[in-house]
């Protein structure tokens, strides 16, 4: 059970539009970047994965983007509705155990929630 292909990124013009215009917070293991769309979208929040070479070879790679997957399916809710995110996993991810990963998953979020709240009360 991963995440359905309605909530991937997948064109290379989606992956450049969050990655110019989209908010980020670093967060040790990997870097968000989020760019918010309509509150009032159906649609849930997408991801994309980045995972250079200088992460490790392909199993590390693919690994680590199952993980980010899993993460973001588990915590899906919690995101705000119509975002994009994506995830730019770094090269010391592997030191982290999956509960680590998601703790700074979250708290990555609940920053980028409050930065939500903030745009949509300016708007």
Same mark, same amino acid.
């Given at each position: 059970? %991963?995440?359905?292909? /309605? ?11 969050? &990655? /110019?215009? %989209?908010? @980020?917070?670093? @967060? %040790?293991?990997? $870097?968000?970047? @989020?760019?918010? %769309? ?6 849930g929040p997408r991801l994309g994965v980045i995972? /250079?070479?200088? $992460? ?7 690994? !680590?983007?199952?993980? $980010? ?12 509705r119509g975002s994009r995110f994506v995830v730019?996993? &770094?090269?010391?991810?592997? &030191?982290? !155990?999956? /509960? ?6 979250? =708290?990555? @979020? =609940? ?8 745009e949509g009360a300016d708007a």
């Amino acid at each position: 059970m %991963g995440i359905p292909a /309605s909530q991937r990124l997948r064109k290379q013009s989606d992956f450049q539009q969050v &990655r /110019s215009s %989209g908010y @980020c917070v670093h @967060c %040790g293991p990997f $870097v968000i970047q @989020c760019e918010f %769309g309509e509150r009032k979208s159906a649609a849930g929040p997408r991801l994309g994965v980045i995972a /250079s070479r200088r $992460v490790g070879n392909a199993v590390k790679r693919n690994r !680590g983007k199952r993980l $980010v997957r899993e993460i973001f399916r588990r915590n899906a809710e919690a995101l705000p509705r119509g975002s994009r995110f994506v995830v730019v996993l &770094r090269s010391g991810f592997d &030191r982290y !155990g999956f /509960s680590e990963l998601e703790s700074h998953f979250t =708290a990555a @979020c =609940a920053k980028i929630a409050v930065k939500a709240e903030l745009e949509g009360a300016d708007a």
